[in-house]
């Protein structure tokens, strides 16, 4: 089992070296751009291994003995989530890296590129299949990385299409345009402003249970002795990680600018990796916590919270979506908001049970492959066009024929329009939201439904902006046949996964069959047909551009980001700055010299004369006396 281990986690980063240290030398040999190929190769090899993991290895844990008197070990975890997340997060890395060979074949960073790749892609293995929450923590790291690396990937900022936003514009004094570097560090310093109290979350609970493995902690006994302040502190601590790196609200600006990567950055990171980490982390606790089991009203608060950030987050991100212009942000923006649902689902399993795991589960998976699809044809789009705006019509449609036919099936699929793949998981989530009505009314059905509208909104825009009534583009056709290959393969998954479970082959998809036939879920679905086919007819109605512009500038969240934070983060720096000068002034100088001159008192002092001693003494008598009779006593 060891080997395999080794396999998954190693292949790709080794595989890699080769191109980084070729591309590394001073004069790059003629064989570099052909070394690629074997980074693709150590990803292929990571899929095999996946693969023969989900359908191979029976449940349980593999154990690597590291500091077994402390009982922190490498801890391997093959269960029904990380068996199917695993295969999931290899196989879409790999077809990335097929296209990567020819979307990047010219690039100029091609060692610093393929080496964040695959370890982008091994730190996520890592955390798909720890149980160990250390463990887990290296991959975590390992992705936050990677990202910054691959996201500030064109760290020139010399290529006005991996900008995001219209370079040169401004909002009052804010600029409302970002660079790949920028993106990169905003990437970077967001996540690790959530990373840090999950760091001190996963310390308390290596503290308070003595255990790091998630499936062994007795979660319910924990929750019971700290109490319910203690519970919401360490949870909420805990998810400080999983919302900053998933991009919830207020979190979210990173998720926009990280568009300043290459597509295939941005496919991976939106699909099966980094955004999906949070996501999935969070359904993993609520696997083994079985929060339907725990009577704690404090971890109850917390699912409350996670619940309605969710929807909120969700809502948010697709009405912002709906604004957007930018292939690339509008299918970010799509992205939070399918987070926002899987947060939302898997927070449901409080009062649902497990089903709402399945549910969510489900989504991301079916989320993952549409979404990976999207931003692949974006990528060709924004190569033959030379724009990274949606801009296209039917001449588009005839001539990219094989992107054409692609976008619409994914979008079909992902909206929600029966009955397609994502309609059976939609209506076992509506179904669970309807369960909430005794504990929060209509509110989280609502929210989703809304959610669910715009969410087709915005994918029928993307596909009638570029296909049919966007506008005239010419287009510089040239290659494109390894790109058409993997978007083909990865929206066929999405037919495999509708066959599944129309087909019941899997027992839990098969679940979702039945309440697509719910007239509720009908009624919702044909909303959203609607919604979807009004948005391909009307993309745009000029008469709201206003409204389209404050939703694409997000709601003017950048000012948040950008203005407010950082006034607030240089006004507590200044406090800083005057406090260590005061304590400097103390320290160094008036301290200092308030000793020398008692020093030079003291030794004025003592001259060694006895008439001075008897004089002082006398003095001092003298002085009490006075402050004696003063005070009356």
Not at 268 to 285: D, E, P, Q
Not at 517 to 525: A, C, K, L, R
């Amino acid at each position: 089992m060891i080997e395999l281990v080794v396999l998954l986690y190693l292949a790709p980063i080794f595989c890699s070296i080769p191109i980084a240290i070729a591309w590394g030398m001073e004069k790059k040999p003629d064989y570099a751009r052909r070394l690629p190929i074997l980074s693709v190769f150590g990803l292929f090899i990571s899929l095999l291994v996946a693969l023969y993991i989900l359908f191979n290895v029976p449940d349980g844990k593999y154990v690597i003995n590291w500091l077994p008197e402390y009982n922190i070990n490498f801890v391997f975890i093959f269960d029904y989530l990380s068996k199917y997340m695993g295969a999931l997060t290899a196989f879409i890395a790999f077809l990335i890296g097929v296209y990567g060979l020819e979307y990047m074949k010219d690039d100029y960073r091609l060692g610093w590129y393929w080496m964040f790749f695959n370890v982008f892609t091994a730190s996520m293995l890592l955390v798909v299949y720890s149980d160990n929450l250390l463990m887990l923590l290296i991959g975590w790291e390992g992705l936050g990385l990677a990202s910054w690396g691959l996201i500030g990937h064109w760290f020139r900022d010399d290529d006005p299409l991996s900008y995001v936003g219209i370079i040169g514009r401004k909002v009052w004094k804010l600029n409302m345009f970002w660079s790949p570097s920028f993106g990169g560090w905003r990437a970077i310093s967001t996540i690790r402003f959530g990373d840090m109290p999950m760091f001190f979350a996963v310390a308390a609970i290596y503290a308070l249970t003595g255990s790091l493995n998630i499936s062994e902690i007795d979660w319910a006994a924990l929750f019971h002795h700290i109490g319910t302040a203690g519970t919401l502190i360490l949870m909420l601590c805990f998810l400080m990680g999983p919302f900053t790196k998933s991009a919830q609200l207020p979190f979210s600006e990173w998720l926009m600018t990280a568009m300043t990567g290459p597509t295939t950055v941005s496919a991976l990171l939106h699909s099966a990796t980094m955004v999906a980490a949070g996501t999935y982390l969070f359904m993993r606790i609520s696997w083994y916590i079985e929060p339907w089991h725990v009577h704690s009203l404090g971890l109850e608060y917390v699912y409350i919270l996670v619940l309605f950030l969710g929807l909120l987050s969700a809502l948010y991100g697709a009405v912002v979506a709906t604004g957007c212009l930018e292939r690339k942000v509008l299918l970010a923006a799509s992205t939070m908001s399918s987070l926002g649902l899987m947060f939302a689902s898997a927070a449901a399993s409080m009062w649902i049970g497990k089903i709402a795991l399945y549910v969510a589960f489900w989504y991301l998976i079916v989320h993952a492959f549409a979404k990976a699809t999207l931003f692949l044809v974006a990528g060709h789009l924004i190569h033959v066009t030379h724009n990274r705006f949606c801009v296209g019509d039917i001449d588009v449609a005839r001539k990219m024929r094989l992107a054409f036919i692609v976008t619409i099936f994914a979008t079909i699929s992902l909206s929600g329009i029966p009955p397609f793949t994502a309609y059976w998981v939609k209506s076992a989530m509506d179904e669970v939201m309807h369960h909430l009505i005794h504990e929060f009314g209509a509110l989280p059905l609502t929210l989703l439904i809304l959610t669910s509208i715009a969410y087709a909104a915005f994918l029928a825009k993307f596909l009638s902006l570029n296909f049919i009534n966007g506008e005239k583009t010419h287009l510089h056709l040239h290659g494109g046949y390894v790109m058409g290959l993997a978007y083909s393969a990865m929206v066929s998954m999405l037919a495999v996964l509708l066959v599944i479970i129309v087909g019941k082959l899997e027992p839990h998809a098969g679940e979702f069959l039945k309440e697509g036939f719910v007239v509720n879920s009908f009624i919702v679905g044909i909303a959203v047909l609607a919604s979807y086919s009004f948005a391909l007819y009307i993309p745009r109605i000029r008469q709201l551009s206003p409204i389209g512009t404050f939703l694409s500038d997000r709601m003017y969240l950048p000012f948040l980001n950008d203005f407010i934070l950082p006034k607030i983060g240089w006004f507590i720096a200044k406090i800083i700055d005057y406090c260590n000068k005061a304590i400097d002034f103390f320290c160094h100088k008036a301290i200092p010299s308030a000793f020398e001159g008692w020093s030079i008192g003291i030794r004025a002092i003592q001259s060694g004369e006895l008439s001075r001693y008897i004089k002082i003494v006398v003095g001092c008598v003298i002085l009490v006396l006075a402050i004696i009779s003063v005070l009356g006593w």
